[in-house]
């Protein structure tokens, strides 16, 4: 009874995450990703003026904006499921989806860079905040470049 019920949960589940796509509208899987983006950019936009010492450096300050980037760094791709290449206004480029697996590629190698600014922030140094900071625009524009148009 209990592993059934268990099992039931389960398939539920699995049967939610993969009809997501079919849930929601592509006008609403744009706004998302472009949501998530607009995110991002609220959180890079502070780090980028307080390592360029436009900003005074308040670590504190940094280090909540760092972890909000790498939470959001997960999310980065969810919003471009198949059948959202239209339906709103969209800059993506139609390679997201003929070259996925690049896509994911881009998206993974984000991922991988702001847990580096993370760990950068909390030791609060700010020759290591401004490399890990480079590695992680440079993997925003890595991406941009390759499949967002102009
Ligand atoms: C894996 C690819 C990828 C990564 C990584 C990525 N972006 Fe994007 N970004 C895109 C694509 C594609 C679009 C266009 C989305 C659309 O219009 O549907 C976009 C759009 C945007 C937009 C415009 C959103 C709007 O208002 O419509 C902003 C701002 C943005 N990205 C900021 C960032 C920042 C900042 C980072 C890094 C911290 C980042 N992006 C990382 C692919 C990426």
Redesign the pocket.
Known sequence: MHMRSKLAVALALAGTALSAQAQFKPEEA?AY??GI??A??WN?VPMAMMVQGKMPYDQAVFLTKAQR?NALSSM??DG?VPGSEAGAP????PE?WSNAAG?KQ??DQ?AAETPKLVAAAQSGNMDQIKAAFGG?VK??DN??DN??SR
Do not use: W
Request: net charge positive.
């Open positions: 744009i990703r472009q983006m607009k991002q950019r890079l980037l980065t791709a471009f969209t800059k993506a480029r997201i896509f881009a998206a984000f992680v993997s925003c991406c941009h499949f967002r």
